[in-house]
């Protein structure tokens, strides 16, 4: 399995914001969103590749009680698989991070599910071949709606504009029995500045939804800095 880093840090998004926690980030992904935060593990993958007994050595080194399996995204290898077996051996609790474009049978406790909207889409005329791939695979409702049935889970969409939240709507519209106060809806931008300018507006209109805003608290505590 190819890794980007594992580094223990504080969980910055979502649910379990402000929990100790060890980020593993697979190196990989089937998407290619224009504003991805982590192009060291999509765009321009790089890392190493550790078998899942080396991960979980590492893992059992940090000796942080959670464990985030994140990328890129994690769900394209299959290693997934006996490596949250591994980690509910050692008693941690497992988030899985992921786009939901696919689907293993695995383990774990929490499944973040971050659909991308139509904003996520690279340059048709600067990456014409991602742009058309991106497009045909972002959305796949009905892996969405297995990942929702079998798991905890908690949905986060990335905000960009006001026309985005339509979106939003429309994509719950497919999934009725989703739980609101487990969606999240987080600004776009890696700039402090840049996520409360969003915020300001994206906040109260959440509220009115029953929905929440996710903060990236992570870029207020550390900034835009890997390892965090």
């Not at 006001?162 to 600004?187: H, I, K, N, S, T």
Request: overall charge negative; aromatic content about 8%; hydrophobic content about 40%.
């Amino acid at each position: 399995m190819r890794i980007a880093e594992i580094y223990p840090s504080i969980q910055g998004e979502g649910l379990l914001t402000g929990e100790p926690s060890t980020f593993v980030r697979a190196s990989g992904c089937n998407l290619r969103c224009w504003f991805c935060d982590t192009p060291h593990a999509s765009w321009n993958p790089e890392g190493e590749d550790l078998s899942v007994a080396e991960i979980l050595g590492r893992i059992e080194l940090l000796d942080v009680p959670k464990v985030v399996l994140t990328g890129g995204e994690p769900m394209l290898f299959s290693e997934l698989i006996p490596l949250c077996e591994g980690i509910r051996k050692s008693g941690r609790h497992i988030t899985v991070e992921t786009a939901g474009t696919l689907y293993l049978p695995l383990i774990c406790d929490l499944m973040s599910i971050s659909p991308k909207l139509s904003n996520s889409a690279p340059d048709a005329e600067a990456n014409p071949r991602w742009h058309r791939r991106h497009e045909q695979t972002r959305q796949q409702i009905d892996v969405v709606r297995r990942l929702l049935d079998e798991f905890p889970y908690q949905l986060k969409f990335v905000i960009d504009r006001q026309a985005d939240c339509d979106e939003v709507l429309a994509y719950l519209g497919m999934l009725p029995g989703v739980e609101r106060e487990r969606v999240f809806l987080m600004p776009q931008g890696i700039e402090l500045n840049q996520l409360e300018a969003i915020g300001e507006w994206l906040e109260p209109w959440a509220k009115e939804h029953g929905l929440t805003l996710c903060h990236r608290r992570q870029i207020e505590w550390f900034g835009n800095v890997r390892g965090t």
